[in-house]
């Protein structure tokens, strides 16, 4: 079966600091990637999707993904995080017309 | 932020009763999806749907069914609920496919004791 993993459950980062969560599909083929952000208590956002050209994604609030199609991975990164970046995060792949597979989650928590 | 409605918002409810949760959208999407947030487990589709009347199970749709009469309603019903189904359901829609971006609702949090 299609898989999602996030490697990370949970991160602990100061302000400021360099933000890398993994995610890597079983997929073959043409995949499509997402990532999501869940603030406490509220929906899931899409923070930014890839389809096909440029592996490097940038999405909203400064955060941008890669796409490496020989190790199956589609990374998010921020370069410097803040106190509202605090949440889960949730990478997702769907292959051909099949629905996204979500992953398992990742909470990052940011302290001053 | 889409037009996606779910109702109720809070639910608790005990063991063996039915129980119906409803998701109205403004969008006029084909797709919907019905999916459970569990700690540890992330969000699992339940159902989806592709249409009026054409619906699909997904990953964990085992006491679950579901039904489509309209184009904005999307209903999930437990027939008989158990508490391994108490969770944190959310409705989705999309547009153009289902492996295109969805769109979440609020969700509903079902306790069943």
């Known amino acids: 079966a299609q898989s999602v993993s996030q490697h990370n459950h949970h991160v602990i980062l100061s302000e400021a600091a360099s933000l890398e969560l993994g995610c890597n599909y079983s997929?073959?083929?043409?995949?499509?990637l997402f990532w999501y952000v869940q603030y406490p208590g509220q929906h899931l956002q899409l923070l930014l999707k890839?389809?096909?050209?440029?592996?490097l994604v940038k999405g909203i609030k400064g955060f941008e993904a890669e796409f490496i199609k020989s190790k199956f991975s589609f990374n998010l990164r921020k370069p410097s995080v803040q106190w509202s970046d605090t949440a889960e995060y949730f990478c997702a792949a769907s292959s051909g017309n099949t629905p996204l597979v979500f992953g398992k989650g990742t909470r990052l928590s940011v302290i001053a | 932020d889409a037009g996606i409605t779910q109702s109720p918002r809070h639910k608790v409810t005990e063991t063996g009763t039915p129980v119906t949760l409803r998701c109205h959208q403004t969008?006029?999407?084909?797709?919907m999806y019905w999916y459970r947030q569990d700690p540890g487990h992330g969000l699992r589709l339940i159902h989806y749907s592709y249409g009026v009347k054409d619906t699909d199970k997904g990953e964990v749709s085992d006491g679950y069914s579901v039904s489509r009469s309209k184009t904005e309603d999307f209903l999930l019903t437990l027939e008989s609920a158990t508490s391994s189904q108490t969770s944190v359901y959310f409705c989705?829609?999309?547009?153009?496919?289902?492996?295109?971006?969805?769109?979440f609702g609020d969700g509903t949090r079902l306790s069943i004791l």
């Open positions: 997929y073959g083929g043409t995949v499509n």
């Open positions: 989705a829609i999309s547009e153009q496919g289902r492996n295109q971006p969805q769109h």
């Open positions: 890839y389809f096909s050209g440029d592996p």
């Open positions: 969008e006029n999407h084909r797709y």
